[in-house]
C-alpha cells in the first residue's frame, strides 16, 4: 500500500486532471504543501479541473483541505473544477471540508438617515423597556429576600453586611470628607469672590448652608459611592457570575439574592445617609475656613449666620435623599453585575455600564425630590 503522498498533474486539452495518491494526512504536511504548490501554475493556466481521488489510501482535514484549496483556486477564477472518485469513508469529510467558509453576508443596503435615525430611536426604547424590566424584576426579588429576612432573622447574613458597611462606610469617609471639604471651599470662595461686588458676603453662608446640606452634600457623595462601590458591586458580581460562583449557590439551594445581593443593598443604604452627614459637615467646615482667610469673616460670625440661614429642614431634605439614592445605584449595580456573559469585555462594559446609569438616576432623583420637596413647602 502506498503511503507517499504524490500528486500527478496531466493536461488533456484545456482540462488539467490531478490524481493525488497515497497518504494525504498531516503527517506528511511539508510534502503535500511542496506538491500543491508544484502545480499553482498550471492550475492558473488552465481552463477546467478534474480532481481525480481514486488513488488516495489516507485522508484527514489537512489533506482534504489542501484539495479544496486547489479546487476553489479553480472555481474562483470562473473556470469548473469536479472531484471524482472520492471513497465513500472520505465523502463526508470532502463536503464538510467543501463548505467550510462559503458564508458570504449579503451586503446591507445603505439606510436612509432618517429611518436610521428612527431605528436607532427604537433600539433605544427597546433597551430603555429592558432596563427598567431589570431594574423592577431585581426591586421585586429584594423585596422577596427582605421578607424572607424579617421572618427568618437568622438567615440574615449578619457577617456579610458588617464587611460591607466596613468596604462601603467606614473605608469611604476620608475621600467623602476630602472632596466634600474641597467642594465647600470651593462654592464659598466663588461667593466671597462675586457676592463682594454687591456687599452681599454675609449671603455666602447661606448659599453655602442650603446648598450643602439640601443638594450638593447628598448627591456629590451619592455620585461618588456610585463610582466607588457601585463599580465594585458590579465587578464583583460579575467575576462570580463568569466563574458560575452563583450558579453554584443556586445548585446548592441558596438564594443569591439573599446571600450575595441583600447584605450590599442594606450595607448602602445604611452608609449613605452617615456619609452625606459627615459630607456635609466636611463642606460646611471647608466653606467657613474659607470665609475666615478669604472672606476676613470669624469662625463665630460664620457659625452665627449659618444658625440663622438654615433649619433643620434644610437637613431633613437632604438626608431623606439618601437612602433612596442608595437604593437606586445598589439595584443598578447588581442587576449589571447579573448581566455579565462570559468574557472580561462583558464585565468592563457592564462595570461602565453601572457607573453611567446609577449616576444618571442619583441625578433625576435629586430633580424630583427637589420638585416634591417645592410642592409641599420644604
Known amino acids: ?95 464538510e471540508v467543501h463548505h467550510v467558509n462559503r458564508h458570504n453576508p449579503a451586503p446591507v443596503p445603505a439606510l436612509n438617515p432618517v429611518v436610521a435615525n428612527l431605528n ?21 426579588s429584594l423585596f422577596l429576600a427582605l421578607v424572607g429576612v424579617l421572618r427568618r432573622p437568622r438567615s440574615l447574613r449578619l457577617t456579610s453586611l458588617v464587611y460591607q458597611l466596613y468596604r462601603v462606610g467606614w473605608q469611604a469617609i476620608p475621600i467623602m470628607a476630602l472632596i466634600t471639604f474641597l467642594i465647600g471651599a470651593i462654592i464659598a470662595q466663588q461667593g466671597f469672590f462675586h457676592f463682594r461686588k454687591f ?73 449613605l445617609p452617615i456619609l452625606s452627614f459627615i459630607g456635609s459637615m466636611a463642606a460646611l467646615y471647608g466653606g467657613g475656613l474659607v470665609a475666615q482667610l478669604y472672606g476676613g469673616m470669624g469662625p463665630a460670625i460664620y457659625i452665627a449666620r449659618l444658625h440663622d440661614a438654615v433649619s433643620v429642614t434644610s437637613f431633613e431634605v437632604g438626608i431623606i435623599k439618601a437612602p433612596f439614592m442608595a437604593l437606586a445605584i445598589g439595584i443598578v449595580a ?9 468574557s472580561a469585555e462583558s464585565l468592563g462594559k457592564q462595570t461602565t455600564t453601572s457607573v453611567v446609569k446609577s449616576i444618571f438616576l442619583v441625578i433625576v432623583l435629586d430633580g424630583l425630590f427637589a420638585i416634591f420637596f417645592a410642592s409641599i413647602g420644604m
Open 120 to 140: 436607532e430611536i427604537g433600539r433605544a426604547a427597546v433597551g430603555a423597556r429592558e432596563d427598567v424590566a431589570a431594574f423592577l424584576e431585581m426591586l421585586g
Open 199 to 271: 456687599g452681599a458676603d454675609s449671603y455666602v453662608v447661606d448659599m453655602v448652608g442650603i446648598l450643602v446640606l439640601r443638594e450638593l452634600g447628598v448627591l456629590i457623595v451619592a455620585i461618588m459611592v456610585a463610582g466607588r462601590s457601585g463599580s465594585a458591586y458590579t465587578a464583583e458580581l460579575g467575576s462570580m457570575k463568569m466563574r458560575e460562583e452563583i450558579d453554584a449557590l443556586s445548585t446548592m439551594g441558596l438564594d443569591p439574592i439573599e446571600v450575595l445581593i441583600l447584605p450590599r443593598i442594606i450595607a448602602l443604604v445604611v452608609a
Open 1 to 95: 500500500m502506498a503511503t507517499t503522498p504524490q500528486l500527478t498533474a496531466t493536461a488533456s486539452g484545456d482540462v488539467l486532471e490531478l490524481r493525488p495518491a497515497g497518504s494525504w494526512t498531516a503527517a506528511n504536511v511539508t510534502t503535500l504543501e511542496a506538491l500543491s504548490g508544484t502545480v499553482a501554475a498550471q492550475l492558473d493556466r488552465s481552463k477546467a479541473l478534474r480532481l481525480d481521488m481514486a488513488g488516495v489510501r489516507e485522508l484527514d482535514t489537512l489533506g482534504a483541505w489542501l484539495i479544496e484549496k486547489m479546487s476553489r483556486r479553480a472555481t474562483s477564477a470562473g473556470r469548473r473544477a469536479e472531484i471524482v472518485g472520492v471513497a465513500d469513508n472520505y465523502a463526508g469529510l470532502i463536503q
Open 334 to 342: 447588581c442587576s449589571e453585575g447579573l448581566r455579565v456573559k462570559g
